[in-house]
Every structure is written in structure tokens, then in C-alpha cells.
């Protein structure tokens, strides 16, 4: 039998009560079920670090999941709300690219949630994620709700604005995607890729920083580039911030460096 | 059958591991009753924050709900600890106003924790949350206590802090009652109560509000008075912060304007 | 029958999706066994602050709880990974200090564990809280696996780094050892130590500050060193923060003064 359980990604912080409300829906439909935070401090408004932690994340978590995902800046606009089934798992949440990874692959299907149909009534104007994604995700993962009577089926999903890398001759070119807590600036690049062009290192903000396998090749202080354990390229400055030493932030560009070092 | 369930709310953030503890304690007592942490950042030892949150929150709090709210200045003085049957919910913290909304119901009924009847022996002098609260609110939620049996039926409750707003004519005086993450500014204001003026929005910071629908009848860096989630006034600005635009904060008067905009 | 449950702490802060990505594989072994966070706010890297809110925790976590803690500057290295059996419940984390309060009691056994014993495949270098001690602690808390079989046993443990007071004459020397969200500067003296030197307070910051029973003991603004709810040693600042007011931090000495004042 499969073990209900969700898992919320959001950008409300958890200083508000607006998390909190949303577990309180969700128990109140499917008493107890368990509830993974995966993390509530996605940038404000930022549907591109949403979707980006959530495809990098998906690999783990558990199967049959139901995640509920909301970072919403349309919210009380026309964009339509999704559930998306794609590899086992379904996924919930807004159509503003949050979901576009998960609904291109092949087996994906994707439906918008009528709420009418759902009996729901009327949402608030800001708050969807108490008033449509919490209680549709709650419905689903009791088995109560099929992914596929949620409403009308749809493949014109808004596509992920998950930046993807460019592999130029014998160079790649990225992005930094996100930053952790600690400053490692982690890229868009898988590992795999960066390595095949046999090159020694990524250009980051004028400085050349070369692979190694774990932080302490560098030197204190000093910067390395790595696999995390996400199996993307990360730039990680030793025993400091990456992000402070070399000034950066998300969306700077990230070049590996070809074999002949241009 | 009455589901169990806790909610939690304390102004302890989630730093240090005090709320780890309160649930260390409450799993032990009521092993993996499910626990939602509605928020643990409210304002350092603000009664009235804590109150404003916890009634503006009860309406989406699952039915039968033990709420334990600890917001708690008086530890380890002469106050009293509290348990409230209101509405259905039962919830339990200091008499300090906290629970005063609960306690004021025509139906609610409130009882003061004697914790020697209840054999909990000697609390610390500045934990009740975990030696006092936790513990009641464990066995409160898996029934084999009862409200009624925690202590003596009290009445001469500590009054609600809640900021009530005041029909003034045509005007209604109000106030804001907490800031969220977001920089919104959300008042004490009912919307229905304010639409009833037909006033054409607010004033607040020296500045004339008018109301919207939603964020988007405002220009960007504009202001719009809107009907929040909650059914209350709340002042924002459109993809900014409207506690920065007005350099307001919490406690700042909030006049709903008369149809002739005095 | 024991009630499985899993206690968290480590270094992860909660803004990045770590602390989600190790709930989403435990529960992937292990459905639904209730995790309580400690808490994730741990000085990243600082063992020592681990250490310490661990051992002055432990007496209220709940009874055979598998404890999973991850504070570990050494991931990706040669240290080894621990399963320690103390008083009834199984800590799990990286072999350098963070559990050696734990396994230095009589009636401890710890376990080096064994990846390729347990089928757990290659790690990646940075994230073993995901890749080792969730899955190892969650197959613990179902008993699927004993802690004696994770891996070969082991005496020869990294010793804790929590500072132990000194008793020189008739004073005791100790030290700030954490400070909490409210600014109280928490020591590592246990009270009954200092009252033993029937003296009146303690030498910190240059300043002498008397012993009281609860905040209120001193006048607004004032300092105060009572015994906190772990039975430590703390220096508190009526309605402020003692960290400001003292203007120190982790680490600085406190000194318990003789009967005679010196």
C-alpha cells in the first residue's frame, strides 16, 4: 500500500503563521499524514529557485509523495492551478513554470484543478496555498482524490524557467542557481558535463577556480570547484563564504574552462 | 473519534532548541500525536501579537485541536497557567491575555492548572512551556485528561489585548496589529466593517490608501488597501515592502475614511 | 513496545532544503516515525555548541529515542561514523567529539558504521547527514537494524569538547558555553557547584553580578545570574539582552566569587 505522505516547498518563511495554516488544512483533511517542510525560504517570488530546488531535490524524496509547492507572485490572477503526476510522485501548485520540470517529462500528466468541481468555494484572493493547494494536495494523498478528477486535463503548461547549460565548443557556460546558507555558490551544471570537456577549472567573476574533490583542496581561504552532492558544480571557498569572497550572487555566469585553459 | 492533534505557537524561535524540547516532552507524554508549529516567532514576550495571530488563525485550526501558546513574560510569577474549552478547540498557556479571545466566548470554559493535582511535580522557574504547557497539552490531546479535571473552573480571566477598532461616525480607527514577512501592513480592521463607510480607502503615515481587489490595482511601488486572507484590511505595496514605503510599524493608527473623505 | 521516534540536530540552518532532503529519505525507510528538530541552528561547524545543547537536552528527550546529530566539518574525511547505545536510546552521528558525552558513560557501546555492510552504496563527499545518518538512524528507530550491527565496535572515541568548570579553592571557573535567542548568557556551571561556594555571584565581563532566583530580581536593565531551566548557571538581563549589555560571547570566562568575595 502506498505510505501518504507531503511534502511542502513554499516562500512564506516560517516567521508568519501562513506555513502552519497550511498543515492545519491539511490535517484537518487527512488527519496526521505526514508533512516534510522541504523548505519555506525560497526567495520571495522567486519561481526560478522553487523550481530549481525542486528538480534538484526530487531525487530523494519519497516516492508517492504528494508535494505541494507554492511560490505564487500571480496568486488571485488568472494563472491556473495545476496537479502534475510525474514519476510516481504528483505535484501541486501554481502554473507559473514552478512545475514545468515535472510536467515535461514523458509520462507526465497534468491536470488544472477546478474548484468548483471540487466543491472548494471561493478562494481567498492571496492566500491559495491554505485555500486550494493545501486541501487538493490533503484530498490526494488520502486516496480520496485521483490526480485525474482534479479537472480538465492540459498540456499547455507555462515551461520551466530553470536555466540550463550551454556547451560551447570545448567550453560550458552556466549560472550560479542558488546559494546556500554557508555561501557556496552552487551552478547549473552537472558535474558530468563540466568534467567531459576536460578542462581544469570554472572562470567565476574574473577569477579562474579549479576542480578538486573536497573542500579541504583548497587552501583556507582559498576557492575550489566541486561535485555536491546534488552532482552539480559548486564553487566553495574553504572555512569562509564563496558568495562574500567573490562578490557574487544567483544568476552570475559560470564558465568551465576547456582543456587548452580558454 | 476525535483525532488528536497539538498546535503549537511561543515566541521562541526556533534557534535554540526550547521548542524541541516542547515537543521532546509532548512525544513522550502523547507518543507522535501530530503536532503543527503555527508559528515560533512571534515577538519576543508580546502578549498581544501572540493574541492577535492566535484569533486571527483560529478559524482554519483543525476541530478539536488542543492549541498550547506560549507567550509568557510572568513565568515563574503568580500567574496563573490556563486551560480553555472554547469553540470546540481547548487550549492552554499563561493568564495573561493570551487566550482571553478563547475565554471570552458565551460558551468557553477555563480552568487553572494545580499542578500539584496533576503530580507534575516542581517546574523550572522559566521553562513552563516545556515543564508545564508541554505535558498538560499531551494529555489533553490523547483524552486521558480532561479539561475539567486540570484544576478549578476560573473566570476573572486577564482581559484580551486585542486592539478593538472604533466606529468613529463615519470613520473607523484602527490600527496595525502585526507586520508579515512581506512588509504588508495588516490592521485590526474587519474589511466588512470597513467597506460599511463607503469611504474610498485609508489613511495611514500621512498618506490617503485607497482600496483595491488586489496587489496588482496598484502601480508598482504603489500602495493599495486591500481584504487580506484573514478578511481584514491590510495595506501593501506592490512588489515592495509597505512597512518600508510608510516607515510604519506595529501599533500605528489606521483611519478608514468617510464617504466624503474626511 | 517502543515507540519509535527520531530526535535532529544539526548545523543545516533550514533556509536551504538539507534538513527536508534527510526527513524525505528517513522517511522513505521508515514512514511517518515522528522527528522532532532540536533544533538545525547549531554555529555551523561548531561541535562544541553541539555537544553542548545535546548533553543538556538529553534528559528530556523521549526514552529510547534514536537521536541522529550532524555537526561535521570532517564530512567527506577520514572520520569515522558512529552509532552510540547510552542510557537507553542510540545517538547516531560523525566521530568527533559531538557524541563523546554520550559514549563516555559506563554502560555505553559504540559502533563504527560500516557502509558497505549496510548496502548504504558510495555517500556523496558533503552530505552524509542525507546519505548515512538518515537512512542509518531511520533503520534504527524502525529496529529493522540493532545498532550492533552497523559495524565493527569501538573504544577509542574523539572525547567531547564540552568545557568542564574548574573548582579552584573556594571559586569555580567556567565559561559562557552558549547564548540564546534572548540574549542569556548560559554557562557551564551547574548551579548546585555554585552555591556550594556559598559565595554571591559571578566575575563575568569585568562585572560583578549577584545571585537571584528569577529575572525580576534585578532592577530594569539589570544583570542577574540564576539557575536556568537545565539547572546551569546563567547570566540574565532584566527586559534586554545580557550578550549586548556585556558586550560578550561564546567562550568568555565566568568566575563563581568565594564567600569572601574573591
Redesign the interface.
Known sequence: MK?P?I?L?TD??????????M???I??HA??V?I??????IT?QSVREGAF?LRT?EG????H?VVVAVVDPGV??PRRALVVESGGRVFVGPDNGLLGFAASKVSARSHAIDLTRLGLGVP????HG??VFAPVGARLATGRLAPTEVGPRVDDLVASPIPEPEVQGERVKGEIA?V???GNLITNIPWPLARATQGRGVLVGGEIVTFG????DALPGGLVA????FGLVEIACRDASARERLALSVGAEVWVIGQDGS
Open positions: 505510505q505522505l511534502v516547498m512564506f518563511g516560517v516567521r508568519d503563521p501562513f506555513v502552519g495554516l498543515k492545519s488544512v490535517w484537518t488527519p496526521g505526514p516534510v517542510d522541504l523548505t519555506h525560504d520571495p530546488w531535490s530523494w524524496l519519497p516516492p509523495a488571485g490572477g481567498s484572493r492571496t492566500f491554505r485555500d542558488v546556500d546558507r554557508f574533490e573536497t573542500y579541504s566541486l561535485e555536491n552532492s
